[in-house]
Structure formats: C-alpha cells, structure tokens
C-alpha cells in the first residue's frame, strides 16, 4: 500500500470558481480517512483530483513521496469505487471481478487466485456465478468493491458508495467496509456527507465547507473538541446547541432571559479578555441534565429555563426542543422522566463538558486560541532603529509578537576598545554593528 500527501492542492474551473482552497494532509499508509461535508464543500471534486479524473489547478499530489500531479489516471495505481455500482449487467459476479485484470493481460491462474481471495473477503463465494439482476444492493455494492480490491492497488477511493442503499443496510455495509479495509490493509479515502459514517468508519476525519479544510482529527477529538462552531454544528446528532449571551462578572449571562450561568475557576481564566462582550456557550444535547436527573443538583448553578416545544421519541432516548431566550436547545436524555409539550423545566449544564466560541470569528476558545477581536500587528522603527510593537495580542497572537520581536532585535553602537583587547562577544540576541576598523 502507500502513504498519501496533498501539499496545499486547489482547484479553480473556468469563470474563476474556486471549489478547492489550500487542500493539505499527510495520509499515512493503511490508514482510513473520511472526507465529509455538505453537499458543494469540495470533498467529491478533491477525491477526482486524487484519482486523476480533475486536473489540479495548483498545488502537489503526492504517493509514496513521487509528484503525481501529471500521472495519467491508470499510472496512479489507484482504484475508485463510485456511488454507483456501474457492473456490466451481461457478465457474472465472477467476469465483472475479473475484467480488468483480463484488461491488463494478467495469467488466467492469477486472475482466478486474486478473484476468489476477493469473494471469501467480501463472501460472495456462492454468487460467483450470477448476474448483477439476480443480487441485492449490498451484494453489488461488495461487487464494486470486490473488483478493486483485485487490482491490489496503492489507494483506495470511495465516492459516497452506500449514498444508494437503505438506512438498514447502510448500517450494515459500514461495519463490512471497515472490516474489509482491516482485511485488506489498504490505504483508503472515503468521501460522505454522513457525519455518522464519517464518525464510525474513519481513522481520521477530514471535514470542509465551502472548500476549505475546518478541522482534521480522530472522530473522537473532532467530536469533543470542534475547532469552530460549524464544525460542532455539523458533527453529532442532534447538533451542538448554541446559547447567546454576555460574560458578566465571572457568569455566562444569557440573552433574551438575562439568566446566569455561573462558571468554573477555569472557565473564568480561559474567558478573562471576554468580560463585556458576545460568547457563544456550546453544549452537546447529551450534556444537558434534567431537572428531575440525580446529577442535577450537582451543576444547579449552570442551570437555565428551557420552554419545551416538540418531544422526539426514539425508544429509550428522547429529544426535547425547546426555546432559550431568544435561541433555542435540544435536550437528549432517557424517556424514564415524564417530560410534556408546552411547559417550562430546568436544565443544568454540564460543563467538564462545555465548549466556548468567539460570536464574530465562530472560532472555538481555547488556551492556543483565546484571541477576542481580529488582530493587525503594526511596527515602526524609532530614532535608534529598535521596532516598535503596536499592539496588546493575547493567545497566539502574543507568540506572533514575539516572533516578529525576535527579528528585529535592539541594535546598539560598540563601545571604544582597545584595539590591542580581544574583541568580547556580543549578548546573545543582539545584533553588533560591524568593526569598520578590520575592513580597513
């Protein structure tokens, strides 16, 4: 198999559209990534890239370290699985596996070794001899599979290939492509628009909008941890609520009720620049506690009125829509407590499990990133040529300025020395201007 490395790959088509920006991520062999987002975040025109069937307009494609940005699509040893099964309908499961590899003139024992290696994989042993017609959805769609996984090549790429099944079996073919991919071992990229296949499947998401990169991680880290409010949006089911307010005096100040939710000694330290101004408050629907829930007294201080409108029941779980103030909230917790449409219950916050989020930039707030207003750094250089910083930065943007500072470091005159004395050593970090003296 292979490793795969995209360096800042774009794609702009004729009229000045740019549907890919800045596309960068080291993929290691073997590994499963998962690019997901809506529908025209870029994610299908990225993996044609990949595969040769786009041109990159700029940017590198790399395999195993070797550019192949100008390789034809069959040079690049990748196989492609698209949503649709597209099976020659005249041949049998046995022929359509075999095609390509009679294509190719492989030796007919080889063709037979590789297609029957294939159909244990993917049991489909027993239907080596029908036609597509006489097969379900899920058996041609481990067809289509089957017949890339006979080319043994470097990558695999899968286009939305369950778009086209029923959600029971969709359920199903997940867990067999994952355990294909073990079998196998390949190095693979899968394209969806499904959080849930994305959060169950990848070793690694990839998640865009509008053509650029939000976030690469573990679907675990991506899932905790969203990196701006779209993100925290678009990942998890229901969606993270969004409460509005004002940080006020070490409290969370919600708009439209004016209730306060106070917080942790951490909370206030990581929200210290926010004093006075609009936050965004993230709560998964699974972190809210019901007022009637054992662990509500434990967090009654972060609670807040929610005024139920419509009640989800889905088995043993419910979801509880309601209206916060001016915003809204979903409340996802087991059907035991009786929970009734168009009254006002209490709901804590759990908040080991809060997210915080800037209400201009939707940047989520964390130690790396606690900036509170867009940040331009200015320098100048006063009468002895030292930089003048003219800005107070924090988070990241403070190391920015240390960074610049460290480049343009004081310069000062030497002192008269005795030409006879061994030159000393200048501080370290400072910049000592040239002994015209040895020029001479």
Not at 15 to 39: C, N, Q, R
Request: with cysteine; glycine share 6%.
């Amino acid at each position: 198999m292979a490793s795969v490395q995209l360096i800042k790959v774009n794609k702009v088509y004729d009229g000045g559209v740019h549907a890919v920006h800045d596309f960068s991520i080291d993929i290691k062999d073997k590994e499963f990534i998962v690019f997901v987002g809506p529908s025209g975040c870029g994610k299908s025109t990225t993996l044609r890239m990949i595969a040769g069937l786009e041109e990159i307009s700029y940017g590198d494609f790399l395999i195993d370290g070797k550019i192949m940005n100008s390789a034809a699509p069959k040079d690049r040893d990748i196989a492609m699985v698209f949503q649709s099964y597209a099976l020659y309908p005249q041949m049998t499961v046995y022929n359509n596996m075999a095609y390509a590899l009679k294509l190719r003139k492989v030796p007919k024992d080889e063709i037979d070794k590789r297609v029957r290696e294939a159909a244990k994989i993917l049991k489909l042993t027993p239907y080596l001899d029908r036609k597509p017609r006489a097969l379900s959805g899920g058996q041609r769609q481990r067809v289509a599979l089957g017949r890339s996984i006979v080319r043994r090549p470097k990558v695999f790429l899968m286009d939305e290939p369950l778009s086209n099944l029923d959600a029971k079996l969709r359920v199903a073919m997940r867990s067999e492509i994952v355990r294909i991919h073990e079998e196998v071992g390949a190095t693979t990229i899968y394209v969806t628009h499904d959080q849930i296949e994305a959060m169950t499947m990848a070793s690694r998401i990839v998640v865009m909008k509008d053509g650029y990169i939000q976030q690469i991680g573990e679907p675990n880290e991506v899932y905790k941890n969203p990196a701006n409010m779209f993100v925290a949006g678009f990942i998890g089911t229901p969606a993270m609520n969004f409460l509005h307010g004002v940080m006020e005096n070490g409290c969370f100040v919600l708009d439209g009720t004016g209730e306060k939710i106070k917080l942790t000694a951490e909370q206030k330290k990581l929200l210290k620049n926010y004093e006075g101004k609009q936050l965004v408050y993230g709560v998964r629907p699974e972190n809210l506690i019901f007022e009637k829930s054992e662990r509500f007294e434990k967090f009654k201080d972060c609670s807040f009125k929610l005024k139920v409108g419509m009640i989800e029941l889905l088995g043993d779980i419910i979801n509880v829509h309601g209206e916060v103030g001016a915003g809204k909230a979903i409340l996802k917790m087991s059907n035991e407590y009786p929970v009734k449409e168009k009254t006002e219950i209490s709901v804590a916050i759990d908040c080991e499990h809060a997210r915080f989020f800037n209400a201009t930039t939707g940047k989520a707030i964390t130690p790396e990133y606690c900036e509170y207003e867009e940040v331009e750094i200015t320098k100048s250089l006063d009468e002895d040529n030292v930089v003048i910083i003219q800005q107070k930065p924090q988070g990241l943007f403070a190391k920015a300025v240390e960074a610049v500072k460290s480049l343009f470091k004081k310069k000062t005159k030497p002192e008269p020395q005795n030409t006879s004395a061994t030159e000393s050593e200048p501080d370290q970090g400072e910049a000592v201007e040239p002994n015209t003296d040895d020029k001479k």
